[in-house]
């Protein structure tokens, strides 16, 4: 099992470009978040999927968008880059009971000039 | 609005020493995560306490969590170099299985 898959790995963009983000898994977990990694700041969520067809939004969605079309697939959408977006991105997908702990895609390190 | 915070945010320990990281939260929940991560790199989970009283342990590293208190605390023994690295709590919201982290707690440990 790959586990939890993220491409690309860095990326770099320009003021005002568009761009998503993949993530995919293997495990057939129901579950899948995205997650921004600001320094001193912990995670925060900013779109999560309760199931296939589903998103919902976390604490930090503006401008952002999400789409769950295939199960194992969550789509994070910027569709114009901001510099506040300058970030490290993490996929996360969730298991079922009885522990629903949440396993963690490689990152996306994400830069807008 | 779930709140988790962790102390201390910077611990720089000696080889061989023993010390406590601690996470609050600020409402109820039956749910708690621990996850260390290294520089550059992902989360990798360590601990999963499910209920009041739960207590794990693997190598050095102890977790253990009080529901009543809305505490947690990762206890680190006889600390070695690898080690290293920044430790999260999360919380679980109790909807969705949604987590809230703590801003993590950086652990060096020195020879």
């Known amino acids: 099992n790959a586990g939890v898959t993220q491409t690309p790995k860095f990326r770099v963009l320009k003021t005002g470009q568009s761009m998503t983000l993949l993530c995919a898994q293997d495990m057939n977990h129901e579950y899948m978040y995205w997650y921004r990694q600001d320094p001193g700041m912990g995670l925060r969520l900013i779109h999560y999927?309760?199931?296939?067809?589903?998103?919902a939004k976390g604490e930090v969605p503006d401008g952002y968008n999400v789409s769950r079309l295939k199960k194992q697939n969550f789509l994070l959408g910027l569709e114009s880059a901001a510099p506040s977006q300058t970030s490290v991105y993490f996929c996360?997908?969730?298991?079922?009971?009885?522990?629903?702990?949440?396993?963690f895609g490689p990152g996306t390190r994400l830069t807008v000039t | 609005e779930l709140k988790v915070e962790q102390n201390p945010l910077f611990l720089s320990m000696q080889e061989g020493k023993n010390y406590t990281i601690y996470c609050n939260y600020s409402?109820?929940?039956?749910?708690l995560y621990w996850y260390r991560q290294d520089p550059g790199k992902s989360l990798e989970s360590l601990f999963v306490l499910l209920s009041n009283g739960a207590v794990k342990q693997e190598g050095r590293l102890m977790a253990s969590l009080d529901t009543k208190a809305r505490l947690s605390t990762l206890h680190i023994t006889a600390a070695v170099h690898d080690l290293s690295a920044t430790y999260f709590c999360?919380?679980?919201?109790?909807?969705?299985?949604?987590?809230?982290f703590g801003k993590g707690t950086l652990l060096t440990v020195n020879p």
């Open positions: 999927s309760v199931g296939e067809g589903t998103t």
């Open positions: 999360a919380v679980d919201e109790g909807s969705n299985y949604k987590l809230t």
């Open positions: 409402t109820t929940s039956d749910r």
């Open positions: 996360a997908s969730s298991e079922d009971r009885p522990t629903y702990e949440q396993y």
